[in-house]
């Protein structure tokens, strides 16, 4: 079935072309005066200067072709040239059957599927997770469900910084803490042990440790450069050493990710990747892409239309370690082999749009791609505090991700259980602590994706798990209400067999409506921008349309058992349109809250 704002546009259209205008420039919106019309198009004004008419006197020629239209009424022209309308109950109403009836409410898949591999999360090994991780799983995890919602073949992978200087750093903290392990005797021969010679809090010390030590102490930090020499050529005990640092990081890298319902189709690393840049290098070299410059080997990927300087991209540093950019070119490759994706979406802090651009203009100037695959960085801001400065903890330190989460479960857990005493049946610890992670998990998410991804936001615990106002546990609350709604309906013996929408009967329900009929553009319009806030707006108007209009409506009551199942119907699909929505953005909802 056709999305709603189609439907409107193309019977618009069929006025335009009536009075003999193109159809293309009768594009219908939602009115950005809702108290004067539910619907506008303005595509008058856009014809004016063309067709040398003035833009009034067009719009009133096409509103009298609607006239006949079932689809409009209240038909008004504004000047200078608006054509307001709102939509017919009639009209509406069958809509809503129509979406009532189908799996995806009127959202059709789009017809081109395309394959996208989203670059998303990129922990690094050995290293805490933090709030910056915490955006890119959290964005990127909603756009990658939103594109398959639409279709598409999407593929998430976690990009696991793994081949960079901090694993040298790491191993070589090590060697000198126990020096005489046997990962760094050069005569051993034959296995190695099984079991690692550390734990994941070691590793994190470890790491610690030794990024404070290379900043006061050159010697430490060249030891640990050749380290990471070492180990991208495979010396064996290094190479051993780090499949162990990898295992117990991985493991819980995951269970992070695992608790925020973020979870990755492929688990590569940049150390994936390795295998594909000696090819690559040589290939750059023979073609005359790649060049030496003071000992490293570089691409030039700047051009003239720069405003800043766009330097050249590293290879290979002169020592023969590859870099960052380095893997995420050949990463590309990877990916081009495996896949021949339409796109590769990196959904990475906005700090590293300088990096993107030069992976990006070396893959196309090389032909790593070909022309037609898109190359995009969505870029996303700085998770702030309270004080408008990048979040920290109370001591000032880099808040890591667990903390942070348990933190907010705590608070959550606090608020549940003062709200369970009032209530006559109480709940149990457990079940408590099991609503509360999810709400925390929820509001975590939704106060993050209710922003523009690109901007900077605030970090405000008390308004991200407030029950009221713009917010997760105020969309889950809203859930939990029609849950209950269609509980009790059930529980005084009715069903919903065949769930049917009569004609609203008051202005709250319309809305109601209206809300639910545009879906399908949302979800598109989310997708077709990356844009997950999108729905978060769409969901917080739907649910205080929901409210509204279950304050001014018996509903239980009700003793019209026709108009009752009318109410229930609109419940319904309230509910499947809300839960599909939070699915995409990545939480769920409990029973009860
Ligand atoms: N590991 C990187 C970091 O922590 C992010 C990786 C992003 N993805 C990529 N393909 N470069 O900054």
């Known amino acids: ?75 008004q022209v504004l000047s200078p040239g608006f054509i307001n309308f709102n939509v017919s109950e009639k009209f509406l109403t069958s809509y809503l059957n129509e979406m009532l009836g189908d799996s995806r409410m009127g959202c059709e898949q789009s017809r081109e599927r395309k394959t996208i591999i989203v670059d998303y999360g990129g922990p690094n090994v050995a290293k805490p997770l933090h709030v910056g991780h915490l955006r890119s799983a959290i964005i990127g995890e909603s756009v990658k469900r939103i594109g398959r919602y639409m279709g598409h073949e999407m593929i998430g992978d976690v990009h696991i910084g793994d081949w960079g200087l901090q694993m040298g750093l790491i191993i070589t903290e090590l060697k000198h803490r126990m020096p005489d392990l046997v990962y760094f005797d050069d005569e051993h021969i034959g296995e190695y042990p099984e079991k690692a010679p550390f734990t994941i809090a070691d590793l994190e010390s470890l790491y610690t440790a030794a990024s404070s030590r290379a900043k006061k102490d050159e010697d430490f930090k060249e030891e640990a450069r050749q380290a990471t020499v070492f180990l991208q050529s495979r010396k064996s005990g290094y190479y051993e050493l780090w499949r162990h640092i990898l295992n117990i990081s991985v493991q819980d890298i995951r269970k992070i990710y695992d608790h925020l319902n973020v979870h990755f189709e492929l688990w590569y690393g940049e150390s994936d990747a390795e295998a594909y840049i000696p090819d690559m290098i040589d290939r750059m070299q023979k073609e005359g892409y790649a060049y030496e410059s003071e000992g490293a080997l570089v691409v030039d990927v700047s051009c003239e239309e720069d405003d800043k300087e766009v330097v050249p991209c590293i290879l290979k540093k002169s020592d023969g370690a590859s870099l960052y950019t380095t893997t995420d070119l050949a990463t590309i490759v990877q990916r081009e082999k495996d896949f021949q994706p339409d796109m590769i979406l990196y959904v990475v802090d906005k700090r590293q749009e300088m990096h993107f651009l030069q992976v990006f203009r070396c893959a196309r100037k ?161 997708y077709e921008e990356f844009a997950p806030h999108k729905i978060c707006t769409y969901i917080y108007d739907l649910s205080n349309a929901f409210n509204r209009f279950y304050h001014e409506t018996k509903i239980l009551i009700q003793t019209d058992e026709e108009v009752q199942k009318s109410h229930l119907s609109l419940l319904v699909l309230c509910k499947r349109i809300l839960e599909t929505c939070i699915d995409v953005l990545g939480f769920s909802a409990p029973d009860s809250m």
Do not use: W
């Open 366 to 526: 090389t032909g790593l791609v070909p022309d037609g695959t898109k190359l995009t960085h969505l870029g996303f801001g700085t998770m702030n505090g309270t004080d408008g400065k990048p979040f920290k903890t109370r001591e000032g330190g880099v808040m890591r991700l667990e903390v942070l989460m348990k933190e907010i479960t705590g608070e959550m857990y606090q608020k549940m259980e003062e709200n369970s005493r009032n209530r006559p049946e109480g709940l149990k610890k457990e079940e408590i602590l099991k609503t509360a992670e999810t709400v925390a998990v929820a509001a975590l998410k939704y106060g993050d994706l209710s922003n523009q991804a690109s901007k900077d936001y605030v970090f405000d615990m008390e308004r991200f798990l407030s029950f009221e106002g713009n917010s997760g546990p105020y969309i889950l609350y809203t859930i939990v209400r029609i849950k209950s709604i269609l509980n009790k309906y059930e529980k005084m013996g009715r069903n919903l067999e065949r769930p049917m929408v009569l004609i609203p009967h008051d202005r709250s329900e319309k809305n109601l409506m209206l809300i639910l009929a545009a879906f399908g553009a949302v979800m598109e319009a989310a």
């Open 1 to 75: 079935m056709d999305k709603f704002l189609i439907i409107l546009t193309s019977e618009m259209g069929r006025a335009f072309e009536a009075c003999g205008y193109e159809r293309e420039k009768a594009a219908v919106t939602l009115s950005a005066r809702p108290d004067l019309c539910e619907y506008q198009c303005s595509g008058a004004m856009a014809l004016a200067k063309k067709v040398r008419k003035a833009p009034l006197e067009i719009a009133g020629e096409i509103a009298g072709k609607l006239k006949d239209s079932g689809l409009f009424t209240r038909i």
